[in-house]
């Protein structure tokens, strides 16, 4: 499966929706969407996973670094999440206490800092 990316601004946030597969071999098309991103001045983001099938530790490393990417910046990454086998993956891994996750993207916009 491959990796769908489109992304779109909301108020102060830049919603990325990702779809498919986030693992070894589509991760760094991510990781260059993130970058460009923040590049481009984009600081504050939303990483929308709700149609993510799949998530490895290659996109779990993808994800950290865009929030340290934003964070060099005072800016947010956060992640909207709704689905138990991904959200399983994040508590395993301790990374719910780093990331804010919401169970929708209108939360996740709404949400201050």
Do not use: W
């Amino acid at each position: 499966m491959d990796l769908s990316l489109s992304t779109h601004t909301v108020d102060d946030r830049t919603v990325v929706e990702v779809g498919g597969e986030i693992d070894v071999y589509t991760a760094p098309k991510l990781r260059e969407q993130l970058v460009e991103l923040v590049n481009d001045g984009n600081f504050h983001l939303v990483v929308d996973m709700e149609n993510v099938d799949f998530l490895d530790s290659t996109g779990l490393g993808v994800l950290v670094g865009g929030l340290k990417r934003v964070r060099a910046h005072e800016g947010s990454l956060r992640l909207v999440c709704n689905q138990e086998r991904i959200l399983k993956i994040f508590r395993i891994t301790g990374l719910t206490k780093v990331f804010p996750i919401h169970q929708s993207g209108d939360e996740a916009i709404a949400a201050t800092d």
